[in-house]
């Protein structure tokens, strides 16, 4: 089933509604990933996503890639893994012919426990959008595939 054709004011009047909607989707789940994370784990969202950028990289990453990959800034993500560290999370490995960089990797515990957090942030997100079908989700994702993925690249 097609869409009816809207009016150009009509279409950026229901592309806002949209974009309201997402976002305030998108907030209601983060809030209650964070306090769950905070809670069950005494963690928080920006501490979980430099986990898992680091999960996904077995070798670790260079601080500056890892900024780069959680758009955030290198003093941000210094204060985070200085955190891990002190947790006996992440190591910090120093790289043979540059001295200002510095690898960070997850240790064996830090795998072990972002396992942990991980397989317990899958099951809240499945329970916070427990209204939604296997086929919707695939159709949504679908469909959120078509935004630009990068906004600075638009007109």
Do not use: C, Y
């Amino acid at each position: 089933m097609t869409a009816p054709r809207l009016k150009p004011e009509t279409l950026s009047k229901e592309r806002l509604r949209l974009w309201l909607r997402m976002l305030r989707v998108t907030r209601q789940v983060e809030a209650a990933l964070r306090e769950r994370l905070r809670l069950e784990f005494d963690s928080t969202l920006p501490r979980f996503d430099v986990m898992a950028a680091l999960f996904r990289d077995h070798d670790g990453l260079k601080m500056n890639e890892l900024s780069r990959r959680l758009r955030v800034s290198n003093g941000n993500v210094t204060g985070i893994v200085d955190r891990l560290a002190e947790d006996g999370l992440v190591e910090r490995i120093a790289i043979e012919g540059d001295r200002r960089a510095t690898l960070v990797r997850l240790t064996a515990h830090g795998r072990d426990a972002f396992g942990l957090m991980a397989k317990a942030h899958e099951g809240w997100v499945d329970e916070l959008l427990d209204g939604v079908s296997a086929e919707d989700a695939h159709h949504i994702g679908e469909l959120l595939h078509r935004l630009p993925s990068d906004t600075g690249a638009q007109r």
